[in-house]
């Protein structure tokens, strides 16, 4: 079945550390994105990347950092310079295509929960 | 981008018709209105979306004032497993730009 696969889906880091946080999608959308969810609040939007080799920065860029090398694969970095990285992690990905109505929904991942320890 | 303004939360019964107001009165000629749905420590799942027309599938119905100033989600047999935050959105009225903005959503608790 497609879909977006975040991994892993608890991670744990010491304070200081760089972790990179994995996202595979196999739906062929050209679109993704991450997004952070802390306790009670909504998401909002770190980075995103519409085609490969090619990303924006979203809302909360500071302290993260990502890469688009492959359509399918959006993994984000949480730098040392995150200064509160402890948050609940979204991946996200849409379609492109344009003219209908119905490709233009986000599919998510189930989300990695980041604790610094 | 045009924001949207969700009561924080609501409580309905189980088995009774469930509806999820929304304000988006700031709405351009064409956004899409989308409602997605989040239940503990998953991701968002997506429910519904239209432009100007009421819209129906399997989950929910969307209805869309004439003006598309406002619309409702309603969920018309509500369980419990329907208990989750439930987003409204409005979608970015740029033709390349995807994001959407999430805010904090409407707390749906479907009680027994």
Same mark, same amino acid.
């Given at each position: ?7 892993p ?5 010491k304070? *200081?550390? @760089? ?6 999608q196999?739906?062929?959308?050209? $679109?993704m !994105?991450? !997004?952070?969810?802390?306790p ?14 090619? +990303?924006? =920065?979203?809302d909360? $860029? ?11 694969? +959006?993994?984000?970095?949480v730098?040392?310079?995150q200064? @509160?990285?402890? #948050? +609940? ?13 119905t ?7 189930? *989300? ?6 | ?6 009561p924080t ?8 018709? #469930? @509806? ?5 009165? %700031?709405?351009?000629g ?5 409602? !997605?749905?989040q239940?503990h420590?998953? *991701?968002?799942?997506?429910?519904i979306?239209? &432009? =100007?027309?009421?819209?129906?599938n399997?989950? $929910?119905? &969307? ?5 598309? =100033? ?8 509500? %369980? ?16 390349n730009? !995807? =994001?959407?903005? +999430?805010g904090? *959503?409407?707390?749906? %608790?479907?009680? $027994?």
């Amino acid at each position: 079945d497609g879909g977006i696969t975040q991994s892993p889906k608890y991670l744990f880091r010491k304070e *200081g550390q @760089n972790v990179t946080l994995s996202c595979e999608q196999n739906l062929n959308h050209d $679109a993704m !994105y991450w !997004y952070r969810q802390d306790p009670g609040q909504g998401l909002r939007l770190i980075y995103y990347s519409q085609i490969v080799n090619d +990303f924006q =920065k979203g809302d909360i $860029a500071e302290g993260y950092s990502v890469s688009r090398e492959k359509k399918e694969s +959006f993994p984000l970095t949480v730098t040392s310079a995150q200064k @509160n990285p402890t #948050a +609940f992690y979204l991946c996200a990905s849409t379609s492109r295509r344009t003219g209908t109505l119905t490709n233009y929904g986000y599919t998510f991942g189930s *989300g990695t929960r980041l604790t610094v320890v | 981008d045009a924001k949207t303004t969700q009561p924080t939360s609501m409580d309905c019964a189980e088995g009774r018709a #469930a @509806n999820l107001p929304c304000n988006h009165s %700031t709405i351009s000629g064409n956004e899409y209105v989308y409602w !997605y749905r989040q239940i503990h420590s998953q *991701g968002p799942q997506y429910i519904i979306h239209g &432009l =100007k027309n009421n819209e129906t599938n399997e989950m $929910a119905s &969307l209805i869309i004032t004439e003006d598309r =100033k406002s619309s409702t989600l309603i969920l018309p047999h509500a %369980t419990l497993r329907d208990t989750a935050v439930y987003y409204c959105i409005v979608r970015p009225n740029r033709s390349n730009d !995807y =994001k959407l903005s +999430f805010g904090a *959503g409407t707390t749906v %608790t479907v009680r $027994a």
